[in-house]
């Protein structure tokens, strides 16, 4: 076989080595073996070098190549690293007129060998270290011999980085997995990792009748402890937490960090509900534990939900999902406490979850409306004024009432839009309304508290009625005290930026709140409408009667119109009439009616132009 031959041969043989994966060792082995026939040498050995590392022969094609790799990396001296360092391949023919390695030349004459090829592993600009080639006759190796060996080492070179990289690559595969799979604070297994074993959890308990149960642990005051202590702290108090927890469990249970200050467990094996209520408890106990931080004894307490597999239940997001609502469950109650789910609970959360998804965009699908409630004269029944409420018919839960639909609003933040949506309506519908007497009818709108301290608020309102036409002094805007609880800096700000647009502001529901009689004073409020509670009590309880005397009283020494809301009865008509009261509302003139209801009962005719409902005048 010509030489030609013998290295396509090889070379091809080193082509298959790397695409069936070899491993370096494997690569160098069959590189030292193969070149001892191809060449006329009597042994061969790698030695690989890298700066940093200490040089280590990696492989030889018998016990004298060995010997001979030894002696070079042991005295750091020989042709190896002479082509190593100069890149180039060294040839020593006769080993005996070499002068080059003076330590390790006669060493090696002794040994028996009398000359010495040697080749740089060449990677790219970089070497890999060198491939020996031994004979124990001296003698050159001719132009085509050097040729072909230097091929072998090359190759070789480009195999060991190829074979490297994918090494490296496997490692940090597997190291990029550890991470990706842990919480990189406090070490534990991540959301990822937690729900990997749970599901394996869940398949085995579909297999045996065993019980695993799923523990969603949140801690109750963690803002606080950083607030109060600063985020190191915080990050200190979750390690340790975290040890806690794990020193808490048996060494099957797995604990895990899902996010912020709120950690998982999971048990498989259980006995029953009872023994997961007493893990609860340990998993409590431990977290009540006073913690020592940096000097700082910190006493914190746990919010454990509990959620336990079983028939129905074969996604581990859902058990976990359902272990969360649990510890929300124990949150409303007040924390520091465990709890399994509250199957009616959870169907009122999602209830109210639902109507916040259908309420956003309610208003642009046509399904709010707003009814009128006609506001009268005590004394003769005439209508004075109409009260705007809103109404929502939800296609999926029927008709929302206000006391459901604003707190609602006002937690989705849809309160603005919902709120804006409601003012201009009414100021719509109110400059549509002909009266006979040509006399304008002044119009109510109630605003949330948190719409009222939102950004733009007054020239939002300033906007509609300036589109609408409408004169400010006929549209009045009724808020709660709540308006006060939040910021009553800001509030009187804003009040006194409405009554610079000219609207007329009445405070609701009056009587409910706090401070309410400093607050009349301070804000500029027209109007004070009592709350129905105190009118519904008029009758039988003395105390509210003398309530709404007191307030009708102070309201007018403070030159305010008084409104009672609520009014159902004669009784009560009778009644705030001998008080003082100016104007009523309620069902005993008129409950709310629709936009065109209204506007009917403005065209009835009567002899002055005015319409009036019935009221004690006319009943008596
Ligand atoms: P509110 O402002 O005190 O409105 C009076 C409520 O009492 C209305 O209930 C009205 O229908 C009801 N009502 C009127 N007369 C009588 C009566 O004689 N007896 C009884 N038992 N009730 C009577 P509604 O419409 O259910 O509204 C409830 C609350 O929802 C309102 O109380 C108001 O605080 C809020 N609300 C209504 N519409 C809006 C709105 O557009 N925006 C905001 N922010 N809140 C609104
Ligand atoms: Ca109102
Ligand atoms: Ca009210």
Redesign the pocket.
């Known amino acids: 076989m010509s030489d030609e031959q013998l290295l396509s041969d090889v070379l091809s043989e080193f082509a298959h080595t790397l695409v069936t994966d070899f491993p370096i060792q494997g690569i160098l082995d069959h590189l030292v073996e193969r070149i001892v026939d191809v060449l006329p040498i009597t042994a061969a050995g790698v030695t690989i070098i890298a700066p940093g590392v200490a040089p280590h022969y990696l492989a030889a094609s018998n016990e004298s190549a060995l010997q001979f790799e030894r002696l070079q990396t042991e005295l750091g001296e020989g042709p190896c690293f002479e082509a190593y360092e100069s890149g180039s391949a060294v040839a020593i023919s006769d080993l005996r007129v070499d002068l080059r390695f003076p330590q390790f030349t006669p060493r090696a004459l002794a040994a028996g060998l009398a000359a010495v090829f040697t080749f740089p592993l060449r990677d790219g600009d970089e070497r890999l270290g060198a491939l020996d080639l031994y004979r124990d006759r001296r003698g050159r190796l001719n132009a085509t011999a050097m040729r072909t060996a230097q091929t072998l080492a090359d190759v070789t070179a480009a195999y060991l980085h190829n074979a490297k990289a994918r090494e490296d690559l496997h490692d940090s595969v597997l190291r990029s997995r550890e991470i990706a799979l842990h919480d990189a604070l406090t070490g534990l297994p991540n959301r990822m990792l937690f729900l990997e074993r749970l599901d394996h959890a869940m398949l085995r308990c579909r297999r045996s009748d065993r019980l695993a149960a799923v523990f969603f642990v949140d801690l109750d005051q963690f803002k606080s402890v950083n607030d109060r202590f600063g985020h190191s702290a915080g990050d200190e108090l979750l390690v340790a937490v975290a040890g806690r927890l794990s020193a808490t469990l048996r060494p099957g249970d797995t604990v895990a960090r899902m996010s912020g200050d709120e950690f998982v467990i999971l048990c498989e094996d259980l006995e029953g509900h009872l023994a997961a209520g007493e893990i609860a408890t340990r998993v409590g106990n431990a977290i009540a534990e006073p913690f020592n931080l940096s000097g700082n004894e910190i006493v914190i307490s746990a919010s454990v939900g509990i959620a336990f597999s079983g028939p129905g239940k074969l996604l581990s997001e859902n058990l976990l999902a359902e272990a969360d609502t649990a510890m929300y469950q124990a949150k409303r109650l007040g924390g520091a406490r465990q709890q399994i789910v509250d199957l009616q609970e959870q169907e009122r959360s999602e209830h109210l979850i639902a109507l916040e998804r259908d309420l956003s965009g309610a208003a642009t699908r046509g399904e709010l409306h707003?009814?009128y409630?006609p506001v009268v004269d005590i004394d003769d029944g005439r209508v004075t004024g109409v009260?705007?409420?809103?109404?929502w018919d939800s296609p999926s839960q029927g008709v929302v009432?206000?006391?459901v639909?604003?707190p609602i609003?006002e937690k989705g933040n849809l309160?603005t839009e919902?709120?804006q949506w409601?003012l201009e309506q009414a100021c719509d519908d109110r400059s549509g309304w002909k009266r006979p007497d040509s006399q304008e009818l002044g119009v109510s709108?109630?605003?949330?508290a948190h719409?009222l301290m939102s950004t733009d608020y007054v020239n939002d309102v300033a906007a509609v009625v300036t589109r609408t036409q409408t004169d400010p002094a006929l549209l009045t805007l009724?808020m709660?005290e709540s308006v006060f609880i939040q910021d009553a800096e800001r509030a009187l700000v804003v009040l006194n930026e409405l009554k610079r647009l000219g609207v007329l502001l009445a405070l609701?529901?009056f009587g409910t709140g706090y401070s309410s009689l400093s607050y009349l004073k301070r804000f500029p409020f027209d109007t004070v409408?009592i709350?129905?509670g105190f009118v519904?009590d008029m009758g039988h309880d003395p105390s509210s009667f003398a309530i709404v005397s007191a307030i009708i009283d102070l309201a007018h020494s403070l030159g305010l119109q008084v409104v009672a809301?609520?009014?159902?009865t004669v009784a009560q008509c009778a009644d705030l009439a001998s008080l003082g009261c100016d104007v009523c509302?309620?069902?005993?003139f008129a409950?709310?009616m629709s936009g065109s209801d209204f506007s009917a009962l403005l065209c009835q005719q009567t002899v002055d132009g005015s319409v009036y409902l019935p009221t004690l005048a006319i009943a008596s």
């Open positions: 707003t009814v409630q009260e705007a409420l809103l109404r009432p206000p006391s639909l604003i609003a309160i919902i709120g409601v709108v109630n605003v949330s719409q009724e709660t609701d529901d409408k709350d129905q519904f809301e609520g009014v159902e509302q309620g069902y005993y409950r709310p």
